[in-house]
């Protein structure tokens, strides 16, 4: 079946330093998506990406598909105390499923 | 808040009962899903309703659990006959139409279960 990696599964960088999270999947996808999840909360929906090569901006955070639709990666400028948190991608294989394949997150932990 | 309501929030069962898990969609959200998630792990996928349509289940899916979403609105995960495996967070998610739509997609706080 469908598997979605994502490195790092920690990274500890600086307040102010920039951050990245990587996402690749064993297959093609028709989406992926990306989550943060406080610890002890819920995951948060960010941002959807369909298209191959597409890249979104919010604010500090830059998403980037693949022009292969296999890869994605979340790029956080200047990091801040409440960027703190598990970052997810999710990956749709489309062809009438629904459901979505997460990676095991990148915990960012931020030291001030 | 979310707008996607779930309880018990914490469940602590023994080994052999059965739980039930409930989830209230945002009202006008036709598409309801369920996962699970484990502790470091990001969220497995279940199952998801279109209205009370269950219209695809994962493998994860034991003959011990089953769902429903009876008229539509709110829905039920049942886990007969626990285990210790079975113990993990589920979590409740909606929309409006498909996941891949670009919709945004709402979860729930989920429901913690211990099972002992």
């Known amino acids: 079946g469908q598997q979605v990696m994502q490195i790092p599964q920690y990274q500890h960088v600086q307040e102010g330093e920039d951050f990245t999270t990587y996402c690749n999947s064993s297959?093609?996808?028709?989406?992926i998506q990306w989550y943060k999840q406080r610890p002890g909360g819920h995951p948060v929906f960010l941002i959807q990406l369909v298209k191959s090569g597409e890249v979104k901006k919010q604010k500090r955070l830059t998403f980037q598909f693949g022009e292969a639709k296999k890869n994605s990666s979340l790029h956080i400028t200047a990091t801040q105390t409440t960027d703190v948190g598990t970052y997810f991608c999710a990956g749709g294989s489309g062809g009438g499923a629904d459901g979505l394949t997460f990676g095991k997150g990148t915990h960012l932990i931020i030291q001030p | 808040d979310t707008g996607v309501s779930q309880n018990p929030r914490h469940k602590i069962t023994k080994r052999g009962q059965n739980v039930t898990f409930r989830c209230d969609p945002i009202?006008?959200?036709?598409?309801l899903y369920w996962y699970r998630q484990t502790l470091g792990q990001g969220p497995e996928f279940l199952t998801y309703?279109?209205?009370?349509?269950?219209?695809?289940k994962s493998r994860l899916l034991s003959d011990r659990f089953s769902a429903e979403r009876p008229k539509g609105s709110f829905s039920t995960l049942e886990i007969q006959r626990t285990e210790q495996g079975d113990s993990a967070m589920y979590l409740c998610?909606?929309?409006?139409?498909?996941?891949?739509?670009?919709?945004?997609?709402?979860f729930g706080e989920g429901s913690w279960l211990t099972v002992v």
């Open positions: 297959t093609t996808l028709s989406n």
């Open positions: 009202s006008e959200h036709n598409r």
């Open positions: 309703f279109q209205n009370e349509a269950q219209l695809e």
């Open positions: 998610a909606s929309t409006v139409g498909q996941m891949s739509s670009g919709n945004t997609i709402y």
